[in-house]
């Protein structure tokens, strides 16, 4: 499991595992992540 924080603000946004299409609910940025 990794911590996972919006690139744009920082904040964070989950702890997953794989990989996952998350928009931050702050500034609305959309990203793929993988951890």
Do not use: N, T
């Not at 946004?13 to 702050?26: F, N, S, T, V």
């Amino acid at each position: 499991m990794r911590e996972v924080r919006c690139e744009k603000c920082g904040r964070k946004l989950a702890e997953m595992q794989g990989i996952a299409q998350i928009k931050c609910p702050k500034c609305g940025h959309l990203s793929m992540y993988r951890a």
